[in-house]
């Protein structure tokens, strides 16, 4: 009987809540829907059409995706390019993240001052950073001017030389983004277990020998997250090199995302962008996934 009294109360209750529950989040799954959901989508239909900015649409099938590969003179200098970049960004980011943790998980004075410091790049306006670094890399700038004081050296224009123009771009952003790693792995050093470590070090296990047999297979998955995240940011990079070099010299800066926004915003090519968008993507997806199943061999997990 109390079953059958109460079973109704408490749909009408579990309905009440769901419906207020679905009110909470209206403004969230709106949002997402008009700024993600619809965008998504429409790039998928643009991307089959001759769609300028203003002017009669025209629906090409696949024919933005054949010119890119083989009409557009700098798609494909665009995509070596983002290439280069992740193949210079990632590891060096990640090793250099990874040392400076471990340099600063030992009992020294300051650490945690020392880990504000080099945070302060990544919440910093990348439009700050790009100021200051292009002021530092002027033929009139700090690094040469300290370069003839000192040494009697002339530098070259970093940034107008092609052969220099890339490694910057690197440089700087190594330099931006350097502070997110090492925070995440500065946590994971943190939370290893100390009776593991002792044991370890019961055993013999000292320096080199300890970070690398005990330390870093126990933060493997941090690892692998900032191997991924890293990746999937250097093959979007747009904000360094067209704030810092333009794309230039030429195109030899000039990344895919660049060329997209260049080809939607300065040519007015909206479906040709949103081809080469969609190629950006499944770039990404395919290099993540072959990383996914690369893990398995080197990332430990607790179980």
């Known amino acids: 009987m109390s079953t059958t009294t109460y079973t109704p109360r408490r749909g009408t209750l579990a309905r009440t809540e769901s419906r207020q529950a679905l009110g909470f989040v209206s403004p969230a799954l709106a949002g997402l829907a008009l700024f993600t959901i619809v965008p998504v989508v429409l790039s998928i239909v643009m991307g089959f059409f001759n769609w300028p900015t203003f002017g009669d649409k025209e629906f090409v099938g696949f024919d933005n995706y054949v010119r890119l590969f083989t009409q557009s003179p700098d798609f494909w200098p665009a995509l070596r390019n983002t290439f280069v970049f992740a193949l210079l960004y990632v590891p060096i980011s990640v090793i250099l993240s990874l040392l400076l943790a471990l340099s600063l998980s030992s009992r020294i004075r300051g650490r945690g001052a020392l880990r504000v410091l080099f945070f302060i790049p990544v919440v910093t306006p990348m439009v700050a950073n790009v100021l200051v670094w292009k002021m530092l890399l002027q033929p009139q700038g700090l690094f040469n001017g300290l370069a003839q004081s000192w040494f009697g050296v002339q530098l070259p224009n970093f940034l107008a030389d092609p052969q220099w123009a890339m490694i910057m771009v ?102 040709l962008a949103a081809a080469a968008a969609w190629i950006l993507f499944a770039i990404i997806i395919v290099l993540t996934a072959l990383q996914f199943r690369a893990q398995k061999k080197w990332v430990h997990y607790e179980h």
């Open 170 to 271: 690197v440089v700087m952003s190594v330099w931006q983004g350097l502070g997110y790693n090492m925070l995440i792995f500065s946590a994971a050093l943190e939370q290893l277990p100390e009776s593991v470590v002792e044991a370890a070090r019961i055993d013999g296990a000292k320096g080199f020998r300890m970070i690398w047999s005990v330390m870093l297979p126990m933060i493997s998955p941090s690892i692998f997250f900032a191997s991924i995240m890293t990746m999937i940011t250097s093959l979007q990079v747009f904000a360094q090199p067209q704030l810092l070099t333009g794309g230039g010299p030429g195109n030899a800066t000039q990344p895919l995302v660049q060329f997209i926004y260049n080809q939607g915003f300065k040519f007015q090519e909206l479906g």
